[in-house]
C-alpha cells in the first residue's frame, strides 16, 4: 500500500499512460498524437463522431494493432510492443464493438473459456474445464450475477442481441480484471436493454479502472468522470465530463447535429 | 440433460457396434476385404489428424501428405536400407515428422485462411520434391520397396488387428483430446481468433501445439501405411494424397470424430471399387467434393446432426 502511495508521487501510478501515441494508415492519419493519463479506479469516456479513431486508438491500446508512433503504459509498465494476450496478463481486458463471442458454443462453455484463459490448467489434454472446481465456480458465479446461468447450455447464436451483449461484459469480467476496455458497450441495444447494461457497469467494483468508447451521450454521461473528445484522430477536448460538454468546440462538432 | 444422456448413451452404442464389426467381420471376409478394410483404418487416422486442424480449429491444410509421407519414408528408409526392427522404425518415423511439422509450422504458421493453405501446400511440394530427387536417399521415381513385417503379424489378418489396435488407440486419445481443457481452446480459436488474444491466449502457441499432433499422428498413419504396403514411393506425399485426406473430413464431416473415420471409409471403399470400371477415379472422386460442399458443407455428421434437431423440433411442436 505504501509502496503505491510512494510510486504515485513520482507519477508514475497512473494505471494507463499514451503518450504521443499516432496510427498512420500509409496516408491517412486515423489517430494522431494522442496522450491520456487515467488514474487508478478512474471510469474516462471516449466519445467523438464516426471515423474520429476511437476504435483504432482503442486497438493500440489492447494489442491488437500496432502504433505508429508513440508510447503507452500499463502501471509504469511499457506496453507499446507487448502482444495482446500478455497484456491480459498484466490485468487487462476488453470487449469489441462489434460482438466477438465463440458463436457455435454454449453460453456456459464461451464463459469457461474466458474464466480459464489465465489459468495454467488451459493446456491440460485430459481433464475437462468443468472437472476444475474453481474455474467452474467462477464462472456459474459470473453468470449468475448477470442472470445469464438459466441459459448456460444455449448455443449463442441463437441468442438475442441484447443478450449478446451481455456475455460479451461478462467475458471480459470473468477474469477479474484491473482494468477494462469498453468498446461501445450498449452498441445496438434497445433504450431498455441499454439502461440494463449501465446499471450493470455502475455497479462494478468501484476500484476497477474502465475506459469506455461511447457513441450514446446519455450513456457516456451516466457512467463516467471524464471525457476525451476526439475528432479526425485529435482530441479537442479532455477532462470533467461538465467542462467537456460546456466546451464550444464540443458542442459544435459533436453535440451540435442534435 | 436427459437428452444430453441420451446422446452419449447413443454414442457408446454406435462406438461400440463399430468396434465389433471391425474386429468380427475380417474373420468372415475374403482377404482383399480385410485389406480394404486395413486401409480404410490407416487413412482414417490421417483423416482423424487433419481434422484436428481442421475441424476442431479450423486451419484448412493442404499438406498433410508431407507429414504422412515423412513418416512413411523415415519408416522405410530405417527398415529397409538401414535394417531397423518394427520399433526403432516407428520411432525413428514419429521424430522425423515431429522435425518435419515443426519446421512447416513455424513457417505456415505466419499466415491464416487461404494463404494458410497455399503454405502447407507449396511445403508439400518441398518434400515431394525430396522424395522424388533425392534419390540416393529415397530411390526417386521408383521409392523403396521390400519393407517388411515382423514375422508376428506377416499375415494379413494380423496386421489389420495390430493397426485397428492403434486406430483405436488414437481415437480414443482425441476423444479425450478435444473435450479437454486444451481441446476446447482450439474450438476457441476456430470461432474467434481475436477474442482470443483478448482474453489472454497465446493464439500462436496454441496453434503450434495443434499442428504438432497433428503432424505426429500424420506420421504415424505413414508409418502403418509403408508397412501394409512394403512400398512407398513418391505417389504416397504427392498432392492427390493431402486432397484425399482433406476430401476424407469433409466428406464425413469436420469437427467431428466419427467424421473423419466414415469419410475415409467411405473414400477407401468408392476408390477400390470405382478403379474396377474406370481409370479416371480422380474425376469421380473431384465430383463428389463438389456435390458435398454445395448439398453437406457440414459434411455426412453434420446432415445427419441437422436431420436429428429437424426430428426434435416437430417431436416438440
Known amino acids: ?98 460482438t466477438n463471442l465463440f ?24 481433464r475437462t474445464i468443468k472437472s476444475h472446481r474453481h474455474i467452474y465456480q467462477k464462472a456459474e458465479e459470473m453468470m449468475g450475477k448477470l442472470n445469464l446461468w438459466d441459459m448456460k447450455n444455449l448455443i449463442v447464436k441463437d441468442l438475442s442481441h441484447g443478450y449478446q451483449r451481455q456475455i460479451e461484459i461478462a467475458l471480459a469480467l470473468v477474469e477479474n480484471p484491473k482494468v477494462l476496455l469498453l468498446d461501445e458497450p450498449t452498441a445496438g441495444l434497445s433504450p431498455a436493454e441499454s439502461a440494463e447494461v449501465v446499471s450493470l457497469l455502475k455497479e462494478l467494483d468501484a476500484e476497477m479502472t474502465m475506459l469506455i468508447i461511447e457513441h450514446d451521450m446519455d ?24 467542462e467537456v460538454r460546456a466546451n464550444q468546440t464540443v458542442q459544435e462538432i459533436y453535440l451540435g447535429h442534435d | 440433460m436427459r437428452g444430453e444422456l441420451l446422446a452419449t448413451r447413443g454414442r457408446v452404442i454406435a462406438i461400440a457396434a463399430v468396434l465389433v464389426f471391425a474386429s468380427v467381420s475380417p474373420l468372415f471376409v475374403d482377404e482383399f476385404s480385410v485389406l480394404v478394410l486395413n486401409q480404410c483404418l490407416i487413412w482414417g487416422v490421417l483423416a482423424l489428424s487433419l481434422d ?89 521415381e521408383n521409392g523403396i520397396a521390400g519393407i517388411d513385417r515382423p514375422l508376428i503379424m506377416e499375415d494379413t489378418i494380423t496386421y489389420y488387428y495390430f493397426t485397428l489396435v492403434v486406430a483405436a ?25 481475436s477474442r482470443m488474444r483478448a482474453l489472454g491466449y497465446n493464439v500462436w502457441l496454441h496453434k503450434f501445439i495443434i499442428y504438432m499432433i497433428s503432424g505426429i499422428f500424420s506420421g504415424l498413419a505413414g508409418f502403418l501405411w509403408v508397412y501394409y504396403n512394403s512400398y512407398v514411393a513418391p505417389t504416397d506425399v ?42 479416371r477415379s480422380l ?21 445427419i446432426k441437422q436431420l436429428r434437431t429437424k426430428v426434435g423440433e416437430t417431436d416438440n411442436g
Open chain 1, 1 to 98: 500500500m505504501e509502496q503505491e502511495a510512494h510510486q504515485g508521487s513520482n507519477g508514475s501510478a497512473a494505471c494507463l499512460k499514451v503518450e504521443g501515441l499516432g496510427k498512420h494508415f500509409g496516408g491517412l492519419v486515423a489517430v494522431n498524437n494522442v496522450d491520456l493519463v487515467v488514474e487508478n479506479g478512474e471510469r474516462r469516456g471516449i466519445i467523438g463522431p464516426n471515423g474520429a479513431g476511437k476504435t483504432t486508438f482503442f486497438n493500440m491500446i489492447a494489442g491488437e494493432l500496432d502504433p505508429t508512433h508513440g508510447k503507452v503504459h500499463l502501471y509504469g509498465e511499457d506496453i507499446t510492443r507487448l502482444p495482446t494476450h500478455q497484456r491480459t496478463h498484466l490485468g487487462m481486458a476488453r470487449t469489441f464493438q462489434i
Open chain 1, 103 to 126: 458463436p457455435n458454443l454454449s453460453v456456459l462453455d464461451n464463459v469457461l473459456l474466458a474464466a480459464q484463459a489465465l489459468e495454467k490448467s488451459k493446456f491440460s489434454m485430459l
Open chain 1, 219 to 242: 450513456v457516456a454521461f451516466e457512467l463516467v468522470d471524464k471525457l476525451m473528445v476526439m475528432h479526425e484522430g485529435e482530441v479537442i477536448a479532455d477532462g470533467p465530463k461538465e
Open chain 2, 52 to 140: 484436428l486442424m481442421l475441424g476442431y480449429t479450423g486451419m484448412a491444410s493442404l499438406g498433410h501428405a508431407a507429414y504422412f509421407g515423412t513418416g512413411a519414408y523415415a519408416t522405410a528408409i530405417m527398415s529397409a536400407t538401414y535394417g531397423a526392427s518394427f520399433g526403432e522404425a516407428f520411432l525413428v518415423a514419429l521424430i522425423a515428422a515431429a522435425v518435419v511439422t515443426a519446421i512447416c509450422a513455424l513457417v505456415a504458421l505466419r499466415a491464416s485462411d487461404v494463404y494458410f493453405l497455399m503454405i502447407t501446400f507449396a511445403l508439400a511440394m518441398l518434400i515431394w520434391g525430396l522424395a522424388y530427387r533425392w534419390d540416393s536417399m529415397t530411390g526417386g
Open chain 2, 169 to 193: 488407440g488414437v481415437f480414443l486419445f482425441f476423444s479425450v483430446l478435444v473435450h479437454s481443457c486444451f481441446g476446447k481452446t482450439m474450438v476457441g480459436i476456430r470461432e474467434s481468433e
Open chain 2, 238 to 279: 504427392e498432392l492427390v494424397t493431402s486432397f484425399n485426406a482433406l476430401l476424407m473430413v469433409s466428406l464425413g464431416g469436420p469437427g467431428t470424430l466419427a467424421g473423419p473415420l466414415l469419410g475415409s471409409t467411405i473414400f477407401v471403399i468408392l476408390d477400390n471399387s470405382v478403379n474396377m470400371f474406370t481409370e
Open chain 2, 283 to 303: 474425376t469421380v472422386v473431384g465430383c463428389i467434393y463438389i456435390v458435398v460442399v454445395l448439398f453437406a458443407p457440414e459434411g455426412i455428421m453434420g446432415f
